[in-house]
């Protein structure tokens, strides 16, 4: 059940990688790299940092996968582009899954609850970090305005914390999942926003 | 033999990173930093992936190869500049020897072929766009125009055929790098280029 | 000893890097992930490459510290930057440190000395290289003009040296980590510069 929320989130990241490639005029190769950089790159650090060998280098679906999205967004990308609203729901779905996938993996490894959760946010935006360095913008993670790492942070704790009461497997790691995807959705439509410095104000 | 192989690829890729390091009139340190990373990223990331020690880290020539290299650069850039056309068909050269090498070696740890080939073209492309980022420019692995990772996809596959068939060692190594050379010396000769998404023109 | 040394040089980084934050006008997410990739980008890829679990997701302190410096930076960003010509020391004593901790644990591992000091020079330079990349900009140590890398070598080659005659432990390290942080000072009070490529001059 884990892989198959992880091939979702795996799915829709790079959908979003792919998009950002067409976007920026980038030819099929370009494309495939972005969407499989988004999909993977978090699962990919999340691994190197456990010192286990990365899952995306062991299983089919993981490599499939973010092909497949790729080829959806080359062919259909005026219609992918249409549905965008659909797109970002399941992206925050992408994060939440990844979060709460991510912290679970970590504290199976016997990583403190603490690290685990720093883990679970590194698995979620680690992805989106790579696909902006790749494509030349500066992570939105930077600029997380209308929050991104904080939802991820909210349901790698939660999740840390419902290992350490023993209760995990794939309700706990979807209930964690929820809550980072609610958060997400919530800041999106009410515009919560992270602070700024003492005094300093938005570029204008 | 492999060896020799390999050494020759962080040659001339060294070159290419350190001459981008003097077209962008950074200093010694930069040079010589540009030319490791080119030469030895991809190697690097291939070894982080298969979770062993990078052979960066553990032979002496790897170290001094890409240093001597950048110290050729460092005072007879005009003249390397001069027979940069000899420098591409060399980075050509060094691209097919790197994917055939790093398929072989994530064959040798037990991926899968579809994962070798994958890995082979990561250790192939993975130190340009190290220097790509390190640089500050869009890493010309994404705006593939004119086949730099498809020639990687087809050596990194026919290394994997050849070694599930039995067939490896140096001889075979070199088939599947002389294949990956050919057919990115015909891409740049005739100018074969990938795809855009449908729709999509190219930037004029 | 060495662990306080290192938190030591994590807080320094971490400042310097929740600086560039306020600097860029990120929010508080974008201050905490640049002050954290700063302190702890090296160690990770050091250990990464040691092929060891990052001391960055075993120890509290190297959570806590750069989360600290941000939030320091976050309420009273004017005041450190008022005694930025302090925090440059510290950051130099960080450089400092960093090399000599990293070649010390390198050696530990049974690297050999030459790959040990590239490894310590990867240590304290790694960090900063991340943070600008991530922000966006040319990384410093490629325009290293005024000796940032070179002061690294120096101490990480010291350090390997010792340690080669077996002196460890502490004094060792602090005696590394004063050379690099002196030739860092006097670098930077007397303008030394590493020199460009031949007949390459500086941009005006």
Known sequence: MNQVLDLVGIFVFALSGALVGVRRRLDAVGMAVLAAVTALGGGILRDLILNVPPAAFSSVGYVVTPLAAAAIVFFWHPQVER????????????????????????????LSPL??????????????????????????????????AVPAMLGSGVMAVLYVMDLHGWPATLAAAVLAFGLRIAAVRFRFQAPLARGVTAEE
């Open 83 to 110: 549905v965008m609203p659909v797109v970002n729901v399941f992206d925050a779905a992408g994060l939440g899954l990844f979060c709460a996938v991510g912290t679970e993996k970590a504290m199976d490894y016997g």
């Open 115 to 148: 690290h685990a959760a720093l883990l679970g946010v590194t698995t979620a935006v680690g992805g989106g970090v790579l696909r902006d360095i790749l494509a030349g913008q500066t992570p939105t993670l930077l600029y997380d305005r209308q929050l991104y």
